[in-house]
């Protein structure tokens, strides 16, 4: 017998789906909340264990779901471990219940600028962002790395170009100090408009971590790739070892720091990315070698 739905059963159940489910999977799971609640209870139990990608997205999620009944967020939650009260499998034996994964921080997304994104008279988008032209290829100098940016306006093309003349960049434009200078600093963060990702999958000894890793092309064919907007290999690629840097547009122009990194860390761990690159205003080295694929045009710019 089904056990009444309540809002904190449901939440129970919620804790042991996984936090970043398959889309399906999340779909049917947002249905089976939203058929059962009001719309406003719906959302914030959807709330307390998944995170918001994209601005209001459970909510419009919430606004067309589809049919589906509150059973199958219980048969759900069965297959990850959650047991009834009361049930046996077996005269001698129940199975053990899993303590639920900690509540995330709701990361809400109601003061997010989705107006001020820039497109040129091609309707190509250009990103705000910071390039250092001081620094090429994987220079050792860290007092230019931090010292020597500009703020930029440029298209992915663009972009791409200043990467391919090895020039180091930023996904953040910065703040300016007292001197009109621009230091790559964490409090220096003003706004950013996409996530870096450095895809390098290797261990604390700089080996191939065989469990994570993927190559490029094969990285390229996957469904999880369609988010990024480029792919380029870094410096320090090798044809045995791939390693190459993601970029990934934001839907909104972001200026909060704090939410800004909550964001970046949930697509780190979502990407095996290094997770040492989590600052909000991390420097990511060009390379005049680099082999660049523009994922919006289709295009490959061999090194």
């Not at 059963?9 to 059962?36: F, H, M």
């Not at 995330?104 to 109601?110: E, K, L, N």
């Not at 298209?155 to 230091?183: M, P, V, W």
């Not at 045995?240 to 780190?268: A, C, D, S, W």
Request: hydrophobic letters at 30%; a negative charge; one cysteine or more.
């Amino acid at each position: 017998m089904l056990k009444e739905p309540t809002p904190e059963y449901c939440q129970k159940l919620l804790q042991y789906i996984p936090q970043r489910p398959d889309e399906d999977t999340w779909s049917k799971v947002v249905a089976a909340v939203g058929n059962t609640f009001p719309e406003h209870v719906a959302l914030d139990l959807l709330l307390s264990r998944f995170t918001d990608e994209q601005p209001n997205e459970h909510a419009r999620k919430l606004q067309n779901k589809r049919v589906q009944d509150f059973g199958y967020l219980v048969n759900l939650a069965k297959e990850h471990g959650y047991t009834p009260k009361g049930s046996t499998n077996g005269a001698n034996y129940t199975p053990p219940t899993p303590r639920p994964t900690p509540e995330p921080d709701p990361v809400s997304f109601a003061d997010a600028d989705t107006d001020s994104l820039l497109f040129n008279e091609a309707g190509e988008r250009i990103y705000r962002l910071a390039v250092n032209r001081k620094v090429v290829n994987k220079d050792k100098n860290h007092t230019a790395l931090n010292k020597y940016f500009t703020n930029e306006e440029l298209t992915l093309s663009q972009i791409a170009d200043e990467i391919r003349k090895g020039y180091a960049i930023c996904a953040a434009q910065l703040k300016a100090n007292n001197e009109g200078e621009f230091h790559r600093l964490s409090a220096n963060f003003e706004r950013s408009e996409m996530i870096i990702l450095d895809l390098d999958y290797s261990t604390k000894d700089k080996k191939i971590d065989l469990e994570t890793y993927i190559p490029i092309d094969l990285f390229l064919e996957q469904p999880f790739a369609q988010p990024f907007a480029m792919i380029h290999t870094s410096f320090s690629s090798t044809p045995e070892h791939n390693r190459y840097r993601g970029l990934i547009p934001l839907p909104y122009m972001e200026t909060n720091p704090e939410r800004y990194q909550k964001v970046l860390k949930t697509f780190i761990d979502e990407y095996h990315a290094d997770s040492s690159r989590s600052d909000v205003c991390g420097a990511f080295y060009g390379n005049t070698n680099a082999t660049i694929y523009n994922l919006t045009t289709g295009e490959i710019h061999h090194a």
